[in-house]
Structure formats: structure tokens, C-alpha cells
């Protein structure tokens, strides 16, 4: 097992001004970092006994500052704010880095759409979890409630990327989904991608970790999820997508990859 901490950033407002208190360093989202790095949730004596977890702010989302990163965090970012950095996070992603979506609408998912799946906007707010973030290392979460605005992924198409969904709406219409290693390609990391950030937001979305409501469970399930073993297996890609994806970059990150 790695002894070094997983490192998780995520987009800061230097980057992403108009997410607001949702960019990574914003209010919403204070809570969950303390609970990340709260040895009780991660470490050797926490509820899972992986990696501790640091936390930190990205000014810049290039390679050279994704380099040393181990989850990456596109938490409600608007497609043009995002622009400049989508094909190195993309990049970074094939070659083996772990991501984490937040996209509420078809504004703000610039970098699930590079790689073939976007969020449609709208829907209906209550939404079932199932899989492994339903039962995870720090507990059972059954139902959470979107809030504010909010959106939806299209079922047919996450499953035929080699995706599986992990909660859906009262319409039966993707709200979370989730990638194995190697979905989009040998090297690809994990990926999980939330069709509302208010899913596991502090203030606004009502996420508690002290002590853990449902919304609270989801999402340090969630981080279990992406610094774990793949709980689901890949399958394989349609014929051309491999390309496509490449195209973007190709594979220029030499990446080390935590393994347990």
C-alpha cells in the first residue's frame, strides 16, 4: 500500500471565478475538504483505511500543475472558463489520473463532453443511489435530493461508454454515474461524474460530516470510490471512440499510479 497521501485539487476561482462559492476553494465545499483530510474518514485508523488525503487549490489546471495530483475536481465550471485547461485535464485523465465531475448543466461540461457523454439539463429532484457508493466504507445512503438548478446524463449513452450508473432520478434518468480504470482507454483513471454539485455540497446542498447525513455519506463514499481498487469493470469501448479520445493529446503523461 502507498504511504504517501492521495492529493486531491480541484478548480480554485483564480480559475473559475463564476463558480462562485461552488469553485473548489469556495464555502460550499469547506466542510468536505475537513472531512477528507480528517484522519477518522481516511488513513489507517479512519472508517476506510487507504491513503490519507491532502487537499489543495489549483491556480492553473496545465500539466505541469496537474502533474502531482491524484483526483481532480471539476466542480460546477463553466465551459469557457474551463476551456483553456480541458485537453491537459483530459490528457492527464488517459494517462491515469482520477476525476471527479460536478456539472449541473450543459454550461458547465466541457470536459465529460471530450469525452463523449454531456449533462442534459433539468428533471426531477429525488434520486435513488445504488452500487458502491450506496454502500460504502462510511455507510448506507439510499435517496438524496437535487437542489437549485440541476440536470441529468442520457442512460444509453453512459452505458455504452462502459459506464455504469450509481443513482437515478424519480424519471429513472442518470444523476451520477461512474468509469472504471481503463474505460476510455489502458491507461484512463477513474471517473465519477455528478449531474448536480448541490448533491454533495455544504451549505446550499446540505451535506453534513459531523456527524454524516446522507449527502455526507455520498460524497466521502465517493472519494472511497475514485482512491480504491475499480469496483466495476470496464467494457469495452465502440469501435472509433479510443481514437477520438487520443486525438485530443494522445498519451504524453508519464503518471505514476497508486496501486494496492
Do not use: C, Y
Request: aromatic share 8%; charged share 15%.
Amino acid at each position: 500500500m502507498s504511504q504517501a497521501a492521495t492529493v486531491v485539487a480541484g478548480n480554485s476561482t483564480a480559475i473559475a471565478p463564476n463558480s462562485s462559492s461552488w469553485a473548489w476553494d469556495g464555502t460550499e465545499h469547506a466542510e468536505l475538504r475537513a472531512a477528507l483530510e480528517d484522519g477518522a474518514n481516511f488513513g489507517p485508523a479512519g472508517r476506510d483505511t487507504s491513503d490519507t488525503i491532502t487537499t489543495v487549490d489549483l491556480v492553473s489546471a496545465d500539466a505541469a500543475s496537474l502533474a502531482g495530483v491524484d483526483i481532480f475536481v471539476s466542480s460546477w465550471w463553466r465551459d469557457v472558463q474551463s476551456a483553456p485547461f480541458e485537453a491537459d485535464i483530459v490528457e492527464w485523465f488517459l494517462a491515469g489520473g482520477d476525476l471527479l465531475l460536478l456539472q449541473d448543466g450543459t454550461d458547465r461540461d466541457g470536459i465529460s463532453t471530450r469525452l463523449g457523454f454531456e449533462t442534459i439539463g433539468g428533471g426531477a429532484g429525488q434520486n435513488t443511489v445504488s452500487g458502491v457508493l450506496a454502500n460504502g466504507p462510511h455507510g448506507v445512503v439510499t435517496e438524496v435530493s437535487q437542489a437549485g438548478s440541476f440536470g441529468r446524463f442520457d442512460n444509453d449513452v453512459i452505458t455504452g461508454l462502459g459506464g455504469e450508473i450509481f443513482a437515478q432520478n424519480s424519471n429513472g434518468q442518470a444523476t451520477i454515474v461512474g468509469f472504471a480504470e481503463g474505460a476510455f482507454g489502458a491507461t484512463s483513471g477513474r471517473l465519477l461524474a455528478f449531474a448536480d454539485v448541490d448533491l454533495i455540497s455544504g451549505n446550499f446542498g446540505g451535506a453534513d460530516f459531523d456527524p454524516l447525513n446522507a449527502k455526507g455519506t455520498l460524497a466521502l463514499n465517493a472519494f472511497s470510490f475514485l482512491q480504491a481498487d475499480a469496483a466495476i469493470a470496464p467494457v469495452p469501448l465502440p469501435a472509433g471512440l479510443p481514437l477520438m479520445v487520443a486525438g485530443l493529446g494522445g498519451l504524453a503523461f508519464i503518471r505514476r499510479r497508486r496501486r494496492r
